[in-house]
């Protein structure tokens, strides 16, 4: 399961123009990727999916780990700051977050700022949302800003909308990571990955052949799965030597963006945290939809449903490069105990009387931790400065045991929480 459905009145209705808009596509030009028909689904700018719909939360299509609690965005809330200080502190701290959705996860990170502020007050701290959907970012700004945003000038601008938070930091919102200033950086993805398009491969007696999609010739309406009749760009260039799946799905639009977060990792200090679905390139068909509750065949009354596909988490291993270094994939369950949920989960209790609170409380951690629910099928991926993770030297005059340099500091989440 991808996440909980509500089907709205508004997604029961096949979007015909998106059908239209594909099918005549396709005829002038012949069969498309995979990866463009769910680029074009998704965030065609004016009929994708995310683009027209408000989606997240109890009345909209599906409900994501941070809105089913509030510990979730606190405790990368406290990854951040932590990693802020193993990397000693810089002075400015950009929290870039792709694909916001509601801005529940932002507005709990910002929490634990406030909280934590005789920690990070000494630095200057700004938020940077990159968000595709007009729909979700007016959101956004409503849970962040309030009213106190405004629109950029032109469409030159990069920023299409900025504000401040109610505490003051300046947050700014852009299409693309491309756009986002560089300068230290902690990066969180939660749920954007799986959205991202990717091109699906087949293996064949002749070699791996590209999946398209293409209109069915004997039903005008309707779009069919066919295999490039020979090798396409994508085939030759995304497969792995040594692939031994039959079937493999590659999210190069994924890979191009770790490699971004690399650079800038490398360039500018910082770390990115990745959650999501995914597997360790294991996996073989993972493309499908979720309308109301339940599967939806990719291929029907396209723009109505949402499209997914696991994160091949091993992808974005080896397109981060040898640069960053990588830790994960760990399950949610494990992050989320490492980072001290139950320790959370007791406070809240014990600052809440009210019955129906307590037991919601309870619930949403059963939800996020339990390994039947999101406990195992979500996981945590982090790139993070190769210093990071080295040895720090000792300092001078100090005698150390021969041998002993001081460890590297533990990365909180990734490392089991050692008690003494
Ligand atoms: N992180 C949120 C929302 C997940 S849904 C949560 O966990 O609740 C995916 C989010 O990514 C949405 O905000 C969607 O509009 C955004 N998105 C999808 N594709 C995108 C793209 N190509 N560029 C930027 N944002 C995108």
Known sequence: MRRLHSSSPDEQKPRPSMLRHLTSKIKATGPITVAEYMREVLTNPVTGYYVKNSMLGADGDFITSPEISQMFGELVGIWIISEWMGAGRPKQLQLVELGPGKGSLAADVLRVFR????????????????????????????ALTGSSGEEAD?????????????????????????????????????????ALPIHKFQRTDRGWREVMVDVDPEKEEQLRFVLAPSPTLASSTLIQAGERRNHVEVCAEGGAIIQQLARRITDGGGAALIADYGHDGTKTDTFRGFKGHQLHDVLSSPGSADLTADVDFSYLRKTAGGGVACLGPVSQRNFLKNMGIDARLQVLLRSCAD????????????????????????????????????????PNGLKLEKNKNPAPLPVAGFTELQYS
């Not at 909280?115 to 990070?120: E, F, I, K, N």
């Not at 938020?127 to 700004?141: D, M, N, T, W």
């Open 115 to 142: 909280q934590l502020s005789s920690v990070v007050g000494g630095a200057s701290v700004s938020l940077h949302l990159v968000e595709v959907s007009p729909v979700l970012a007016r959101l956004q700004a409503d």
């Open 154 to 194: 032109g469409d030159e601008d990069p920023v299409y909308h900025r504000g401040r938070t109610r505490d003051g930091l300046p947050v700014s919102w852009y299409r693309r990571l491309d756009d986002v200033p560089a300068g230290f950086s902690v990066f969180v993805a939660q749920e954007f990955f799986d």
């Open 355 to 394: 019955p129906s609170v307590r037991q919601q409380l309870i619930s949403s951690y059963d939800m996020l931790m339990n390994p039947k629910k999101m406990g195992e099928r979500f996981h945590f991926f982090s790139l993070l400065q190769l210093s990071r993770l080295a040895r720090p030297t000792a």
